[in-house]
Nanobody, 130 residues
Framework: QVQLVESGGGSVQAGGSLRLSCAASGNIPSSYCMGWFRQAPGKERVRVARIYNADGSTDYADSVKGRFTISRDSAKSTLYLQIDSLKPDDTGMYYC???????????????????????WGKGTLVTISS
């Protein structure tokens, strides 16, 4: 049984940085994608970053490119999200998720929608003040 546990959230002033962690247990196949999702108050849960397990390739939502960095430590079975230059719009619950990816052509592809991810953590709250 896969379990995901997020940590690292908190209240930070705009311009600061945070590093979120997601500790994973259980067997997550190499063909899976690991993603970070953000749910702002009153809004839908959207994927902000993802990493494809098999090759470590990453992708980001346009709104966070250049500020967010997704990474992993395979030895610790931990996924990270480094968030720099925090903005008030970054406020929300951040969730770690795992779901099946695939190869299209020669490139890995990970689903964007939350419904395609079948393992979820409970989230960690990030609050950014201006």
């Amino acid at each position: 049984q896969v379990q995901l546990v997020e940590s690292g959230g908190g209240s930070v002033q705009a311009g600061g940085s945070l590093r979120l962690s997601c500790a994973a247990s259980g067997n997550i196949p190499s063909s899976y994608c690991m993603g970070w999702f953000r749910q702002a108050p009153g809004k839908e849960r959207v994927r902000v970053a993802r990493i494809y397990n098999a090759d470590g390739s990453t992708d980001y939502a346009d709104s966070v490119k250049g500020r967010f960095t997704i990474s992993r430590d395979s030895a610790k079975s931990t996924l990270y999200l480094q968030i720099d230059s925090l903005k008030p719009d970054d406020t929300g619950m951040y969730y770690c998720a795992a779901g099946p990816g695939t190869i299209i052509g020669a490139s890995p592809w990970c689903p964007i929608g939350r419904d395609a991810y079948n393992y979820w953590g409970k989230g960690t709250l990030v609050t950014i003040s201006s």
